[in-house]
């Protein structure tokens, strides 16, 4: 039962522009929303997140949109750099519970 | 200031053996959490650990699976009877205190299970 769906497995964009992903959820109770980097042989790092009370955090060149009313979030990257070659993971959690519930990731690759 | 530790980086065992994977977390924190990733899938959660103490283990499948995390030491997950659909990165995760807020947790650098 995948609460959290990330399509559109893989982008390629190019370095300087904008690198836009989504994600979907069905659990409107999910209260967090994370974005995790994900290098091959690493673990997963934390990048960014948002509450649902918000509808838009910002991080230097990072910004997470939450349509609460949609269930969907996005993942906005500009401008896109060679170092962000990666695979982004959305993940969901409830407050109170430390259970990340993760989608199946988006490979992004910028090319210089 | 050392990240979380997981060992080994790779572990390659036959049809029936054990695999004993280790996890020391990030220093000060007493929060440990298992997560699984299959080929092509995303990381699945197993079980949230405290020291001495199973909180959630609502993600461990039913059988041949266990976790610990003792008073001293590292934690341990380990799957006895291992069979090939067992082969996964198992990602271990660190945090000092139960995460009330929307910080994301520190992952480990996982362990790669190979069963042949």
């Known amino acids: 039962d995948q609460q959290v769906k990330q399509n559109s497995p893989s982008l390629s964009v190019q370095e300087g522009r904008i690198s836009i992903l989504n994600c979907d959820y069905t659990n409107s109770m999910f209260d967090y929303f994370l974005w995790y980097k994900k290098y091959p042989a690493e673990g997963p790092t934390f990048l960014i997140s948002i509450s649902s009370i918000k509808d838009k955090n910002e991080d230097g060149r990072f910004t997470v949109f939450l349509n609460k009313s949609a269930k969907h979030l996005s993942l906005h990257i500009v401008p896109s750099q060679p170092g962000d070659s990666a695979v982004y993971f959305c993940a969901a959690k409830f407050s109170g519970n430390n259970r990340l519930a993760f989608g199946k990731g988006n490979q992004v690759v910028v090319i210089p | ?116």
């Open chain 2, 1 to 116: 200031n050392a990240g979380v530790m997981q060992n080994p980086r790779h572990l390659v065992r036959r049809r029936g053996q054990e695999a004993r994977l280790r996890c020391s977390p990030m220093k000060g924190h007493s929060h440990v959490y298992w997560y699984r990733q299959l080929p092509e899938e995303g990381l699945k959660f197993m079980v949230y650990l405290q020291k001495e103490n199973i909180i959630d283990e609502s993600g461990m499948p039913k059988e041949r699976f266990s976790a610990e995390f003792p008073k001293e030491g590292p934690s341990i997950l380990r799957i006895q009877q291992v069979v090939r659909g067992d082969s996964a990165a198992y990602f271990c995760a660190s945090s000092p205190r139960r995460q009330e807020s929307n910080y994301g947790y520190t992952f480990g650098s996982g362990t790669r299970l190979t069963v042949v």
